[in-house]
């Protein structure tokens, strides 16, 4: 090989001599000097990162172009990336669970040994807020609702076997007979100052008034409610009356003030029944109705805190005034003025008490008569039982044979009574002397109601409407002065009144009207 000057081939071009043929030369490259001819200046290095599980060497044949197809352009890998980032997620969570514990064990002895630096726990402070706030809002959702503390259930009620069941309702039985007792034969302001130093003893009653109630045949508050639903919706009165006295007082509406509303206080009310009834209905009927007890007996809302002898009510503010089995306590007479002082002219009382109560003590008062106790009752016998044990004095043959007449007596009226049908004389009611102790209080029968005015019918019961039409001659609201008592009274018809012109003091002072009303106690088991 020479050179020939004007030829130049390059080393590309030459080719090897070989036996089979010439192949084309492929001389290993030879760096260039820097000052050589064909030197190239060095390319700057690129400072671009390169993106991890990418090659730009990457060569497309027939063999990988699906699967380059699949990757780049379709996306074939972005399950497997994301499976990928799922599993770096569960090992970032799991370190920091590790680092978590690691942290609590360490701290007991590190805040023995020194306290921590303020600086670092602000910024842990900063980024628990951070990572709080980055987390979704259904995240933080259920965070709550799972935090909600559950309610644990009430406990149930033991349940009582048959014995315990009927010892609790003799109890209650018992309990209830005894507080009946101590209110009908107390004053009213005793029971007052007794009910309020133990408001329990107020529920205990009623619950064994309900009891009682529910064997009763008809309980008079639910006629009471009837009748004012009736009346209530009346505006005017009927024409004509009846001359026979056959009237009926539900044809005549309720009355009321110069606004047109009927105030009921209902004295006694126990469980506020008759309010529970009627307050839904009070724009309806336009009424009002007060209750007044000596407990409120947890509903405030209904009942008023009141001795019924001394009520915090305006003098004649009242229309309508209800004893519904209310006349309790030995001064059952203050009730009945103090009815008098709240009601308005013309104003109406409702009574509905036990036929048992009603007596005439004037009838009785000797030994065997009406109204006096047989020698034959549950005291004699136990006088007669004691004498016989050896205490207290001897009986004779006479008063034996006399208490022995008494009791065959009484076995044949009873005989009389069950076999024969003949009733009693003296268990027939006798109201006559109760009535005239209301008319001295200024109350007459009402004569809108007639006949029914004194009302029967019933076997436990006696209903009595009363108004008050008349001025009082007795009592706190009585005017005693001699031109009150000189002066004519008239009653609902227009017709006077015979005035007593003298009152015997002796006679006076001797009755006692407080005995018109015996008290309804029970035997006490």
């Known amino acids: 090989m020479f050179a020939v000057k004007g030829l130049k081939v390059s080393t590309d071009k030459l080719k090897v001599e070989t036996e089979h043929g010439s192949v084309l030369a492929t001389p290993t490259p030879r760096t260039l000097a820097a000052g050589e001819e064909g030197a190239f200046a060095p390319k700057p290095k690129n400072k671009k990162r390169k993106r991890a ?13 699906a699967d380059l197809w699949e990757k780049v352009i379709e996306g074939g890998d972005a399950k497997a990336k994301k499976a990928q980032e799922a599993a770096k997620r569960e090992a970032h969570k799991a370190k920091k669970q590790r680092t978590e514990k690691d942290e609590q064990q360490e701290t007991p002895a590190s805040e023995t040994a020194a306290p921590p630096a303020a600086g670092s726990s602000e910024k842990k402070d900063k980024k628990k807020k951070n990572k709080q706030e980055s987390k979704p809002a259904v995240e933080k959702k259920e965070d709550t609702t799972e935090k909600k ?64 109630v529910d064997v009763w045949p008809e309980n008079p508050v639910n006629g009471y409610i009837a009748d004012i639903k009736v009346r209530g919706k009346l505006r005017n009165a009927p024409r004509f009356r009846p001359a026979d006295g056959s009237s009926e007082g539900t044809k005549y509406p309720l009355p009321r003030d110069r606004d047109g509303l009927c105030t009921i206080a209902d004295l006694g009310c126990g469980d506020a029944k008759l309010a529970e009834a009627l307050v839904p209905l009070k724009r309806k009927l336009g009424i009002e109705v007060k209750s007044y007890d000596l407990q409120d007996g947890g509903k405030p809302e209904l009942i008023t805190r009141a001795d019924v002898a001394n009520l915090p009510v305006k003098e004649g503010s009242v229309d309508v005034v209800i004893f519904c089995l209310a006349l309790m306590g030995t001064n ?31 009838k009785g008062g000797k030994r065997g008569g009406p109204g006096s106790v047989v020698s034959h009752s549950v005291g004699n016998r136990r006088k007669a039982g004691a004498v016989a044990a050896g205490g207290g004095p001897v009986v004779g043959k006479k008063d034996k ?6 009791e065959e ?36 029968l009402q004569r809108e109601y007639g006949q029914k005015a004194v009302d029967m019918d019933n076997k436990m019961f006696v209903k009595m409407h009363f108004v008050k039409a008349v001025p009082a001659i007795k009592g706190k609201c009585a005017d005693l002065k001699k031109e009150a008592l000189k002066t004519t009274q008239t009653d609902a018809k227009g017709r006077p009144i015979k005035t007593p012109k003298f009152i015997d003091a002796d006679e006076e002072a001797s009755f006692n009207e407080n005995a018109l009303l015996k008290p309804c106690v029970y035997k006490i088991r």
């Open 53 to 65: 599980g990418r090659s730009n060497n990457t060569d497309v044949n027939l063999e990988n172009v």
């Open 149 to 212: 503390p559950v309610a644990a259930p009430a406990p149930a009620a033991p349940k009582l076997t048959p014995l315990q069941a009927a010892m609790r309702e003799k109890l209650i039985s018992a309990r209830f007979r005894h507080l009946n007792e101590t209110l009908y034969t107390r004053p009213s302001r005793e029971a007052f100052s007794l009910f309020s130093d133990s408001p329990e003893m107020f529920t205990e009653y009623h619950e064994g008034f309900r009891r009682q």
């Open 332 to 362: 059952w007479i203050d009730f009945v003025e103090e009815a008098y002082r709240v009601l308005r002219w013309k104003g109406e009382l409702w009574v509905a008490e036990i036929k048992s109560r009603f007596v005439d003590p004037t």
């Open 401 to 406: 044979a006399k208490m022995k007449e008494e």
């Open 409 to 444: 007596a009484e076995e044949e009226q009873q005989l009389a009574v069950h076999v024969d049908g003949v009733e009693l004389r003296k268990q027939e009611t006798d109201v006559s002397a109760f009535v005239e102790a209301l008319r001295k209080r200024g109350f007459l």
